[in-house]
């Protein structure tokens, strides 16, 4: 209970950071819009359908086929999840223009604005496949009764993406080259989160190295349960894109305010709730 307590505190540290740094305008809403899309994925795949469908299906196989077979599903699952992540990336890379344009339209009478976030887009993107292995591992681990260092994972997101942006805003007072450096941050958070992990499930006896196919039958069950959890994720995810669109077409600064106004509405719902 009390690493998402210290999450969610820093998480406030961090955006009180990045209003300090950035206020509510042109950069500040270019990168918002782009957190939005690797953020997009990590909860329709990672966190939340993956999650909910993994955990019973490879609790099911733990106590039904033993923990051999479970740890063949477990790799296999890690294994394909890595290639599909990455290569939903690197069509999301490729597509960034078309993606900024649909999710931030308002930004293309602005070209230095909609330049910037189809940047930041592109550098972002690979996070999502960094957290949906976490979130994966995180079920992994939660089944073999540990809680501590999935729970701490969000917190090396925010000290990842505070340190970043402080080191480049001494490097640089340009506002757009704190904005780079507050999303490598995100994608060096991702790195961080997944390499709490690993060392745990080695621990737990999960050898990750072991020679596995990359579909095990179970991952049919799987897929199956994502879909309905993907569905219902994909409803808040896509309130989420269509008030960030219709922010894109207000006044500079509208996508910010209602980033921080969200934020300071959620942080005691993470706290308490």
Partial sequence: ????????????????????????GMVSD?????????????????E???????????TDCLNRQGRDEADRLAVSALRSLFIVLVMISAVGILLAPALVHLLAYGFTDDPEKYALCIKLTRIMLPYAVFVGMVALCMGV???MGHFAAPA???CLLNLAMIGM???????????ATRAVGLSIGVVLGGVLQLGLQVPFLIQKGLRLWRAVPLWHPAMKEILWMMGPAMFGAAVYQINSLVGCLLGSLLYQGSISYLYYADRLVQFPLGVFA
């Fill in 30 to 46: 270019a990168f918002i819009a782009a957190f939005r899309i690797p953020n997009m994925l990590r909860r329709l795949l990672g």
């Fill in 141 to 143: 681990l939660n089944v």
């Fill in 1 to 24: 209970g009390s690493a998402p307590l210290a999450s969610r505190l820093l998480g406030y540290v961090r955006d009180m950071v990045i209003a300090n740094l950035f206020g509510a």
């Fill in 165 to 175: 942006v402080m080191l480049f805003s001494w490097y640089s007072p340009s506002p």
């Fill in 152 to 154: 701490l994972a969000p």
């Fill in 48 to 58: 939340g359908s993956l999650s909910i469908a993994f955990v019973p299906v490879y």
